[in-house]
């Protein structure tokens, strides 16, 4: 296991940002070098409301905080507009990203992954970081070949800017990967109010709830003759991410390649 791994984390004073800040201090083997953050340049960490009471500086330019900190690894848990940008400045700057944030398209993918072979630098982008969501796409996979009717019905906290989530995207890509093509329901049936039958991927319908008091759920719903099969999943607090994140800071230490899910890195 590589020792002292110095770590970067963009969007320290978010929901996840503050956990995986408790999950880095309290790993003995990774320090906490910077803050990334589009306010608050120039103080610590100690001088914000809310924050743990350490001298991490506070950085609003990112390659600035590159070259005066130097860390390995950069977390980033914003939003996709910033994770693009803060990627590529990890990639110039010869730091690792392990990307949280989600809402990257599929072209992000592609052009991330070649520059991460560009750069000869590894890079792990997971929509969903708790192992027990991961265990629920894999579940959801193996079911599908035998009920290739599904649904999928995720539910999120109001302040999640992406829909469907990717978490969802996913299962329903890993499912698309077992089951023949098929569009679902009557092939005569009509939305009354649009949007009523939700998102469709390869057939497959997504619907996305978002409502105060939730974190992240996931119901992978399938029907066949006569039974249905609910495969389900709850994150009932942030702190279910952070295993899979100390994993992933881990990880990108030891590949040279970008590595798009969590599963990718259980295995
Ligand atoms: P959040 O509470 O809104 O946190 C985002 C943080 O990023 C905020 O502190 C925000 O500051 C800050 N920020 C915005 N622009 C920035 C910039 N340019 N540079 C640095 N920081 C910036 O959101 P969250 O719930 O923590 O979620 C963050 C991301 O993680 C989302 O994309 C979410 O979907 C994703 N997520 C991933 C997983 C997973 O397992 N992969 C799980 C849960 C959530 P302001 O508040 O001042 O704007």
Redesign the pocket.
């Known amino acids: 296991m590589a020792e002292n791994i110095k770590v970067a984390i963009?969007?320290a004073?978010?929901?996840?940002?503050s956990e995986a800040v408790n999950m880095v201090l309290n790993t003995p083997h990774f320090k906490l070098v910077a803050s990334?953050?589009?306010?608050y340049g120039g103080m610590t960490l100690a001088e914000i409301d809310g924050q743990p009471d350490v001298g991490v500086p506070i950085y609003e330019d990112i390659d600035t905080c590159f070259l005066e900190t130097k860390p390995d690894v950069l977390i980033d848990?914003?939003?996709?507009a910033?994770g693009r940008k803060h990627m590529e400045a990890a990639f110039n700057h010869g730091v690792r990203p392990v990307v949280?944030?989600?809402?990257f398209t599929d072209d992000d993918i592609i052009a991330l992954r070649t520059r991460a072979e560009q750069t000869g630098l590894g890079a792990i982008i997971?929509?969903?970081?708790?192992v027990g969501a991961i265990l629920m796409m894999k579940f959801a996979q193996m079911a599908a070949k035998y009920l290739p009717d599904v649904e999928i019905i995720e539910k999120h906290h109001d302040?999640?800017?992406?829909a469907p989530s990717g978490t969802a995207i996913k299962t329903a890509q890993l499912i698309q990967e077992v089951r023949l093509s098929k569009s679902q329901g009557h092939p005569e049936e009509k939305e009354e109010l649009q949007g009523a039958r939700g998102a469709t991927l390869d057939g497959m319908h997504i619907h996305s709830l978002r409502l105060p008091g939730l974190v992240?759920h996931q119901e992978v719903i399938f029907g066949g003759v006569g039974q249905t099969l609910t495969i389900k999943h709850d994150s009932l607090h942030?702190s279910s991410?952070m295993p899979?994140i100390q994993l992933a800071v881990e990880t990108v230490m030891t590949i040279d390649t970008l590595v798009y899910g969590l599963e990718n890195i259980i295995e």
């Not at 004073?13 to 940002?17: E, F, I, P, Q, V």
């Not at 949280?100 to 809402?103: L, N, P, Q, S």
């Open positions: 963009a969007g004073r978010g929901k996840m940002g990334i953050d589009h306010k848990l914003t939003a996709p910033f949280g944030t989600t809402g997971a929509p969903n970081f708790a302040n999640k800017l992406d992240a942030r991410f899979g």
